[in-house]
């Protein structure tokens, strides 16, 4: 499964993005999808998560500020952040888990938030 990350951007503190990951393939099966976010220089931080029921899981630090859906049609996991904050700076990546717990990874989307 490949993936495409996009949608990062800079953007002043109480703005919107959407960020949005198209996969290679269906995703209708894919259990569970979800967006990562690192920094340099610390551990990369979970931030959302989708499955294949459309259950959702957010990070404490986004929850309330953030939406992930799924399109299963155009094979994309979206994450809008509302309310964006500098401590929303960070590479965004999303992330495909299989039923086999066979994991692949996007290539990442920069987020810039300035205040």
């Known amino acids: 499964v490949q993936l495409q990350a996009s949608g990062g951007g800079s953007v002043q503190a109480g703005g919107s993005l959407r960020l949005s990951c198209v996969a290679s393939t269906s995703i209708d099966t894919i259990p569970h999808m979800r967006w990562y976010r690192e920094v340099p220089g610390k551990p990369r931080e979970w931030v959302a998560r989708?499955?294949?029921?459309?259950?959702?899981y957010y990070a404490d630090s986004v929850k309330g500020r953030c939406t992930i859906s799924r399109d299963n049609a155009q094979n994309t996991v979206n994450l809008l952040i509302d309310s964006l904050k500098p401590e929303d700076t960070a590479v965004y990546y999303c992330?495909?888990?299989?039923?086999?717990?066979?994991?692949?990874w996007g290539q990442g989307t920069l987020v810039t938030v300035s205040s």
């Open positions: 992330n495909a888990e299989l039923e086999s717990g066979t994991n692949f």
């Open positions: 989708i499955t294949s029921s459309y259950r959702l």
